[in-house]
């Protein structure tokens, strides 16, 4: 009878471990971050915006749903678009699910990492860590540098 | 009988077939199409507003005429669309090397309230230094968006504050202040400079 419980104890643990390791296991280990780049800030009442490619290497699709950072409290992915008639506009771009294989582009004029409330200015020449939060509870940090206000992409 | 019946018949459907094509072509892309909503921005001369430049002089359209001009709009708290076109811009420019400085770049903003002449003054600092920044009142921003057909909106974000739609196009015009073409947000750096090179050559034809 103890040896049964035992037994039933180590299952459950078993389990448990897998059931933890499970969502790790659906998709976002699997994902690759790449070229990050930010531009500077002129103090802490603009926002910033941060970009990069975000590519799935696994077999299954996996769903960005939000940002972490210590430097904005309001990091959101953002979409701005441009219309027929040339007016450009922004909204919240919602989740963002990236079949495999594939990658998503956040660049300008397009999707972006909108910094809201920063906490403190973005200082070119300095890095910032960034946490991409997956719909199966991975995470994916990456240190984003900053760069000049008038730069163009991950080069400068 | 029946077979000319038939034929009589196919000739008027095929004939009011036609007419409604006919009818629909007039007013989507023939003479009966209504003229696209105040597409084409007035000639400089045309236009009538006081601004105020970044280094506190008062500025109008009439200060444009006599040089190339390109002009855009935009708000220094847009964090994506208006530091790209502005590097973008900068970017035209030193490609443009020496011309550059032959033209007037203005950059008009959409938010008066936050973007004050201090405000301008540090944001365009930023950037290619041949870049001017203009702000004022309110009504004399909206006049000047009506001048270039050019639209603004204030939106409310969700953190209690606001973000700005406006048009991204940046326009291009000669140095008498004609339009000559627009360049849209987002179009390839190998046909913005031939663009802008070609406002600054009917400069050149207009002079001789």
């Not at chain 1, 939060?133 to 008038?150: H, N, Q, R, W, Y």
């Not at chain 2, 003054?121 to 041949?130: L, M, R, T």
């Not at chain 2, 291009?172 to 406002?199: C, N, Q, S, W």
């Amino acid at each position: 009878m103890v040896k049964k419980l035992r037994y039933t104890n180590a299952l459950a643990v078993l389990f448990t471990v897998a059931g933890l390791s499970a969502p790790a296991l659906a998709g976002s280990e699997d994902v690759v971050v790449e070229n990050a780049w930010s531009r500077a800030s002129i103090g802490v009442n603009r926002p910033g915006a941060a970009y990069m490619t975000v590519r799935n290497t696994g077999e299954d699709a996996v769903t960005l749903t939000g940002l972490a950072t210590p430097l904005a409290m309001m990091p959101e992915i953002h979409e701005s678009k441009t219309n027929s008639v040339g007016v450009s506009s922004m909204a919240p771009a919602g989740e963002i699910t990236i079949e495999p294989g594939q990658s998503v582009a956040l660049e300008p004029g397009g999707l972006h990492a909108m910094l809201m409330k920063l906490q403190e200015p973005m200082t070119e020449g300095e890095n910032f860590p960034l946490t991409l939060t997956f719909s199966d509870g991975g995470k994916v940090t990456v240190e984003v540098p900053i760069l000049g206000i008038a730069a163009r992409g991950p080069e400068g | 009988m029946q077979r000319r019946q038939l034929l009589l018949y196919g000739a008027a459907g095929a004939g009011v077939l036609g007419l409604t094509l006919f009818v629909g072509w007039w007013r989507v892309d023939g003479p009966g199409a209504p003229e696209p909503k105040g597409q084409r921005p007035l000639p400089l001369s045309a236009m009538e507003f006081r601004l105020t430049d970044h280094e506190e002089n008062e500025v109008g359209p009439g200060n444009l005429i006599g040089r190339p001009t390109m002009v855009f709009f935009g708000f220094t708290y847009c964090p994506d669309v208006c530091p790209t076109t502005l590097s973008d811009i900068s970017g035209w420019l030193e490609e443009l090397g020496d011309e550059a400085s032959e033209m007037n770049v203005v950059f008009i903003t959409v938010d008066p309230e936050r973007d004050t002449v201090e405000a301008m003054a540090e944001y365009v600092g930023y950037f290619h230094p041949v870049i001017r920044g203009w702000t004022g009142p309110e009504d004399q921003i909206a006049r000047a968006a009506e001048g270039f057909r050019a639209s603004f909106e204030r939106v409310p974000t969700e953190g209690g504050g606001y973000t700005m739609n406006h048009t991204a196009s940046v326009f291009l015009f000669d140095a008498e202040g004609e339009l000559v073409t627009m360049i849209d947000y987002h179009e390839p750096r190998e046909f913005a400079v031939p663009k802008i090179r070609r406002a600054l050559t009917e400069d050149v034809e207009g002079a001789t």
